[in-house]
T-cell receptor, first 114, second 110 residues
Framework: AQSVSQHNHHVILSEAASLELGCNYSYGGTVNLFWYVQYPGQHLQLLLKYFSGDPLVKGIKGFEAEFIKSKFSFNLRKPSVQWSDTAEYFCAVTPNTGGFKTIFGAGTRLFVKA | DSGVTQTPKHLITATGQRVTLRCSPRSGDLSVYWYQQSLDQGLQFLIQYYNGEERAKGNILERFSAQQFPDLHSELNLSSLELGDSALYFC?????????FGQGTRLTVV
């Protein structure tokens, strides 16, 4: 069955620390990849997406993610986090099967200490 | 503002009752997804509709059903509610370039 794994459920960082959140998926075919963020009390927002082309994609608020096809991974990174990055981050995968079904990871809760 | 509207924002109801959650997708989006977010289960895909037809089904209970109307708005019906159904229910719409989520409906079953 298709699945998305996010390795860390909770991450605590100090401001200015670097961030990397892991995401691996299990699906052998072509996929579209997404990272979403949910700030406390708010709805999910799209951070960035990868469909094809340059495997290093840049999103909003200084976030970027790298698609490594051989590792089935799409890790999210930010060089220097801010207190305002405290949120829950979801990795999501849409297999290009025409079914448009998006599979989410369990989410990673990031807490940034001021 | 994502362009996706969900109503109501909050709902408190008793066990055994039935509720209907409504979602209006972004203009032009044909796909509507429903998700349930709870503390212990995380974000779970329930069901997807595309232009009025059911396209994909996830972990949706038999007590739950959904439909998408000709104007593309969608409703999620939850019946015989149990305490464990308390959660945040998100609707998302997509035109193929990523999903845009509504604010969610927080359902509390007491």
């Amino acid at each position: 069955a298709q699945s998305v794994s996010q390795h860390n459920h909770h991450v605590i960082l100090s401001e200015a620390a670097s961030l990397e959140l892991g995401c691996n998926y299990s699906y052998g075919g072509t996929v579209n990849l997404f990272w979403y963020v949910q700030y406390p009390g708010q709805h999910l927002q799209l951070l960035l997406k990868y469909f094809s082309g340059d495997p290093l994609v840049k999103g909003i608020k200084g976030f970027e993610a790298e698609f490594i096809k051989s590792k089935f991974s799409f890790n999210l990174r930010k060089p220097s986090v801010q207190w305002s990055d405290t949120a829950e981050y979801f990795c999501a995968v849409t297999p290009n099967t025409g079914g448009f079904k998006t599979i989410f990871g369990a989410g990673t809760r990031l807490f940034v200490k001021a | 503002d994502s362009g996706v509207t969900q109503t109501p924002k909050h709902l408190i109801t008793a066990t055994g009752q039935r509720v209907t959650l409504r979602c209006s997708p972004r203009s032009g989006d044909l796909s509507v997804y429903w998700y349930q977010q709870s503390l212990d289960q995380g974000l779970q895909f329930l069901i997807q509709y595309y232009n009025g037809e059911e396209r994909a089904k996830g972990n949706i209970l038999e007590r739950f059903s959904a439909q998408q109307f000709p104007d593309l708005h969608s409703e999620l019906n939850l019946s015989s509610l149990e305490l464990g159904d308390s959660a945040l229910y998100f609707c998302a719409s997509s035109g193929g370039t990523g999903a845009f989520f509504g604010q969610g409906t927080r359902l509390t079953v007491v």
